[in-house]
């Protein structure tokens, strides 16, 4: 199952050439950028590990790559992320996240039923990647 979030989400991974291109177009909007990385990317779980600081002050966007290939080198099996702020309207925002690097398996997730009072259904979404290995999710046991 391929996670699907973020910008560019469903198009195939990015080439370092793809990547550079959207860094120099954050670096032009004078957005600066952040690493990040996590082995749970539940839809919720929206605060990742960040790879170092925030290169606020960094313009060139071979120093940025390098992060990202530094994060990915020391992270070969996770979820590796890059954030663009823009601080243009008064807060902190972000402008643009797409996913740099995916593990070789990807486990997906299970949707869960539960009943409440009343009869109310809710649902929530669990991410194989918190449980057993790839090949062992389906097993009881």
């Given amino acids: 199952m391929r996670i699907t979030q973020g910008t560019f989400s469903y198009l195939p991974d990015f080439t370092d050439e793809e990547i550079t291109a959207q860094i120099n177009y954050a ?13 749970d990317p539940h839809p919720r779980n ?18 940025v790559l390098m ?21 243009s309207l008064g807060r902190q925002t ?16 299970r949707l869960d039923r539960a009943e409440g009072r009343g009869r109310a259904i809710g649902y929530t979404t669990h991410s194989y990647a918190t449980e057993r290995p790839v090949g062992d999710r389906y097993t009881q046991g």
């Fill in 27 to 39: 670096l032009t909007n004078d957005w600066p950028l952040s690493v990040e990385f996590t082995d």
């Fill in 46 to 63: 929206t605060y990742w590990e960040m790879w170092g600081l925030p290169m606020f002050d960094l313009r060139d966007p071979a120093g």
């Fill in 67 to 87: 992060e990202v290939n530094a994060c990915r080198a020391a992270n070969p099996n996770a979820y590796v992320r890059l954030n663009a702020y823009d601080a």
């Fill in 94 to 109: 972000t402008a643009l996240s797409f996913i740099v690097q995916r593990p070789a398996e990807e486990p997906g997730f």
